[in-house]
């Protein structure tokens, strides 16, 4: 997914980029990062996501799990959830990122 449409969908994570902006695919990861050990996911459920999904990717699910912070319990358990169906080929962010981009500013927030 292009990085522009992710932070459309994520805004929340931006202000843990460096300088609070992000700009490249590795501010995202570096963000990603911060975000991960203020949600109390673990080094290990990361790093999983992280092999099984690919870096861009497993930053792109820490970055939704932010964004709905108030609905997720348990992030690590979350993630390690996304991760297994991942393994099994029964997860896509596709979903997951469209129903933000929706609920942060309907269909426009689709286009550009």
Not at 17 to 28: A, E, Q
Not at 39 to 57: D, F, I, K, R
Not at 72 to 77: F, K, L, T
Request: proline share 6%; hydrophobic share 45%.
């Amino acid at each position: 997914f292009p990085l522009g449409m992710v932070l459309r969908a994520c805004p929340e994570i931006a202000m843990y980029g460096p300088g609070g902006v992000i700009d490249s695919w590795r501010d995202m990861m570096g963000a990603a990062v911060v975000v991960r050990s203020m949600l109390g996911v673990s080094p290990s459920a990361y790093q999983a996501a992280c092999e099984t999904m690919g870096p861009e990717n497993a930053a792109t699910a820490i970055a939704c799990i932010l964004e709905r912070g108030g609905h997720i319990n348990s992030p690590g358990g979350y993630l390690r959830d996304l991760t297994r169906k991942a393994e099994k080929g029964e997860f896509s962010l596709g979903p997951m990122l469209m129903a933000l981009l929706r609920a942060n500013g309907g269909s426009a927030a689709l286009t550009g």
